[in-house]
T-cell receptor, first 111, second 116 residues
Framework: SQQGEEDPQALSIQEGENATMNCSYK?????LQWYRQNSGRGLVHLIL?????REKHSGRLRVTLDTSKKSSSLLITASRAADTASYFC???????????FGTGTRLTVIP | EAGVAQSPRYKIIEKRQSVAFWCNPI?????LYWYQQILGQGPKLLIQ????????DSQLPKDRFSAERLKGVDSTLKIQPAKLEDSAVYLC??????????????FGDGTRLSIL
């Protein structure tokens, strides 16, 4: 299966701390995307990183991609209570035009 | 811009009944997706449309699920007859199209379906 797997499944931190989530996948990709999902809502796109990129930043988010290890990480710095949500990585297959979502990491930021 | 609209937000039916969900994507988005998200899991693609044509329906249980996107804009997803295992959130998403690269997808808030 191409589906990515996030690690850890659940993460609980104090407000102000950094949160790191990891994603592993199995086959070659064109790009990898990270999404956030608040409880009872749809997914929101956070960041896209292409297979020829190693790191990308967006505000308090930093994403890395290691295609040799088939893994990616999402770092949220200076976390806030509003960051409490589930985070999913999504990968494509080279040549395919859709995404496979992982099982998600549930992040809880305690005020 | 207006987001992806879905209705209804909640639906409760008994098994063997039928149900339909509606999605209006972001204006100008050529690609539309329907996903099934079971509690505690990531979304699973059911069907993908490019304008009004089906691109991928390999994971759609075609004996009971059907979907259409007439005129390449709105879409409906139908389940008939429903089974207990169909209890899930059904998410619609849309994106622009760029050959060779998956684009960010914009999601609606989904329809939460409960089968009794």
């Amino acid at each position: 299966s191409q589906q990515g797997e996030e690690d850890p499944q659940a993460l609980s931190i104090q407000e102000g701390e950094n949160a790191t989530m990891n994603c592993s996948y199995k086959t070659s990709i064109n790009n990898l995307q990270w999404y956030r999902q608040n409880s009872g809502r749809g997914l929101v796109h956070l960041i896209l990183i292409r297979s020829n990129e190693r790191e990308k930043h967006s505000g308090r988010l930093r994403v890395t991609l290691d295609t040799s290890k088939k893994s990616s990480s999402l770092l949220i710095t200076a976390s806030r209570a509003a960051d409490t949500a589930s985070y999913f990585c999504a990968t494509d297959r080279a040549g395919a035009n859709n995404l496979f979502f992982g099982t998600g990491t549930r992040l809880t930021v305690i005020p | 811009e207006a987001g992806v609209a879905q209705s209804p937000r909640y639906k409760i039916i008994e098994k063997r009944q039928s149900v339909a969900f509606w999605c209006n994507p972001i204006s100008g988005h050529a690609t539309l997706y329907w996903y099934q998200q079971i509690l505690g899991q990531g979304p699973k693609l059911l069907i993908q449309f490019q304008n009004n044509g089906v691109v991928d329906d390999s994971q759609l249980p075609k004996d009971r699920f059907s979907a259409e996107r007439l005129k390449g804009v709105d879409s409906t997803l139908k389940i008939q007859p429903a089974k207990l295992e169909d209890s899930a959130v059904y998410l619609c998403a849309s994106s622009t199209f760029l050959t060779g690269e998956n684009q960010p997808q914009h999601f609606g808030d989904g329809t939460r379906l409960s089968i009794l």
